[in-house]
Structure formats: C-alpha cells, structure tokens
C-alpha cells in the first residue's frame, strides 16, 4: 500500500497535469474574447487611415485619427481584465478546495481526529490573486501594460506603412494579418502571444500562492515542501535543477539539505512556470499523537519522502483512460501499444508534434499500436 507522501506526490503531478488542461481552456477563452472586437478593429483602422490620408500624416494627426482604435482597444483589454479577476479568484478558491479535499482523503482518519485542518478564507484567496505581483508586476498592472503595448505596436505598424508609401488595405493587413496565415503573420498577433503568456503566468501564479497558503495553515502536519516539475522537452534549466528538491515549509522556504535557493518558487519561477509542489506530511512519531496508531496507518504515516517519479514515468503508470485524457487517444495508444516514450511526442524546441508527423517520424509505432 502506498504511504500518505507517496499518494500525495502522485496526486500532485495529476492535479498539475489538470491545471495545464485548465489553463488551455482559460487561454482558449480570453483569446476568443480578444479576436471578437477584430472586425470593429479592422474596419476603424480602415477609415482612421483614410482620414489621415497621405498628405496630411503627422504624429499629432496619427494620435488623433486613431482615438476611436485606441478606445476600442482599451475597452477589450478592460473586459480581459475583467473576466481575468473573476477567473484567477475562482481558481485560487478552486485550489484550496482541492487540497482540502485531497488531505482529508489521503491523511487517515485516525490521524485527523486528532490534528484537524485549517482552510484559507475568501480574503486570502482574493489578496494572493489580485494583491501580489508576479514577475514583477500586479495583474491590472499586466493589463494596462498589455494594452498600451498592443496600441503602440498598431501604431507604429501605421507609422511604418505610411513612411513605406503602403496602401491603405497593406498597412491593415499588416496589422491584421492574412487569412491565408491564419491571421498569425501579423502585428497584433503578438499581442496574442502576450495575453496566452500573462494568462498562463496568472494562473500558475495563483494556484501555487493557494497551495502554499494552505500549506502554511496547516504547518503542524506539513513538514516540509517538495518541488515537482513536469519534465519533459519543454522544461526549463532552473526547474530541471530543482525538481524533487525539499524546502521548509514557512515564508523563507530553506533549501533542505541542498543549497539551491527557492527564489519565486515553483509556478512562479518565470513566465509560463509549470512547476508544482506537493507537502510532505509527518511521520506519526513527529507528531506526537496522543492516541495509538493501527499498524497500517502508522507504516503509512512514515514521513518519508518518496522515490522521485517524473512526469513520464507517472504517465506511464496511469490508467488508459487517463493516459488518453492528458495525451489524446492516438498517443496514449502509441504509449501503450507503440513503444514510444513521453519524450518521443515533442520536437527539439519542446513543441507538441502533430500526429501525421509523429507518423512521418516512426511508422513503424503506429503499426505496433495497430493505427
């Protein structure tokens, strides 16, 4: 049977992998929240620029025939941010929830009698969302950062354009994009590429300040702190360094028995930080319980941190059904069936490959797993 710490850490790289699925539909979300002002915005680029006209172009002017542009930006990114509060609260509320419920299922009952759990209210939840900045900034401070970028960057995309002698129709399709790019090859889809970041980055953000925060409320069962980190092609250095590695469980976070220092922590280490952590839970003796144990729990309650499983390695032990929810049912089955490592699912820049070139790369998987 497994120890306490042994079904935390599993539960943890699971509940990580379920955050990432989270996050893809957050972004999924906000992204589709961005795009559907593109054709008010397209069609007031088209007549901004036509009253600004090529005789008449100064910076002054530029300013001026862009407000109702600049209007209409501001307004899409304050609905962004909007929606953005509302979903970074609900997550960290989600996540106290989730840890709550994981405890209380995993610690046992004999063991919860006698030291209860504490929980982390709604101010808590909404002070570690909104009131601390990540990467060096708050998230309305993100918001207007990302506003005025993406203002800046249709503007100077008009700038260049009219200096170019572009037409009118050019300067917005560079701003635009093309359909035939999917609209990808153009100035705003930086913008785009901005928002999935600061998105991701909140959520992570978010999510481990929960965590910690209840791990901190309940310091007299958790000793200390293990960093997970989800290694794969896409793992950065930093985390690759500190996955697995113990911390106190306090508002220092020691290095314990290494010297490599915590810094932001796992989620929070840098921009899109998919790290976790998971407690490690005392041992029965630590916590000098004043009742007797059963000889089962005690063996359970050892303190001991387990054997490290990386994110491969814990995929491959999951069910099928499992393994079909985090990879998709062709590549759970080529896990299964094809003999295809994590590893092998990803190119050398850390992308996810699509399936008719992992086909194009090892046929002969695809046959082994009978696709």
């Not at 993406?150 to 009118?168: F, L, N, P, S, W």
Request: proline share 3%; net charge positive.
């Amino acid at each position: 049977m497994a120890t306490v710490n042994e079904q935390m850490q599993s539960a943890s790289i699971g509940h990580a992998v379920d955050l990432q699925h989270l996050s893809n539909a957050e972004v999924r979300k906000i992204i589709r929240l961005l795009n559907s002002a593109d054709a008010e915005l397209r069609t007031k680029l088209l007549e901004a620029i036509d009253r600004l006209g090529p005789n008449s172009y100064t910076a002054r002017r530029l300013n001026t025939v862009l407000a109702s542009v600049y209007e209409l930006n501001k307004s899409v990114y304050a609905s962004i941010g909007e929606v953005m509060v509302e979903s970074v609260v609900d997550i960290g509320q989600y996540e106290i929830g989730y840890q709550g419920a994981l405890f209380t299922k995993v610690v046992p009952d004999q063991v919860l009698v006698q030291v209860s759990l504490n929980t982390v209210n709604l101010a808590q939840v909404r002070e570690i969302a909104l009131a601390r900045p990540f990467q060096g900034r708050l998230l309305k401070e993100w918001m207007g950062d990302l506003e005025a970028s993406r203002a800046a960057k249709i503007r100077d995309g008009i700038r260049i354009g009219m200096v170019e002698g572009q037409t009118t129709d050019q300067i917005v399709r560079g701003i635009m994009g093309t359909k035939a790019q999917g609209y990808a090859d153009g100035i705003v889809e930086r913008g785009r590429r901005d928002v999935e970041t600061m998105v991701r980055t909140a959520i992570s953000h978010t999510a481990q300040g929960a965590r910690e925060a209840y791990y901190k409320a309940n310091d007299d069962i958790v000793a200390e702190v293990r960093w997970l980190s989800t290694l794969d092609n896409k793992t950065s250095a930093p985390c690759r360094l500190r996955d697995r590695m113990i911390y106190t469980n306090d508002s220092q976070h020691a290095p314990v028995g290494h010297k490599v220092p915590w810094l932001s922590g796992p989620g929070k280490l840098y921009f899109n930080c998919r790290s976790t952590s998971m407690p490690i839970i005392a041992s029965y003796e630590a916590l000098r319980l004043s009742k007797g144990l059963p000889e089962g729990t005690r063996a359970s309650m050892d303190g001991q941190v387990p054997k490290s499983t990386n994110y491969g390695d814990w995929i491959k032990g999951q069910s099928a059904e499992r393994q079909d929810e985090v990879l998709g049912p062709t590549r759970g089955k080529l896990l299964r069936g094809g003999g295809l490592e994590l590893d092998a699912f990803y190119n050398d820049r850390g992308k996810f490959l699509t399936l008719e070139q992992l086909r194009e790369r090892d046929a002969k998987a695809f046959s082994k797993a009978g696709l």
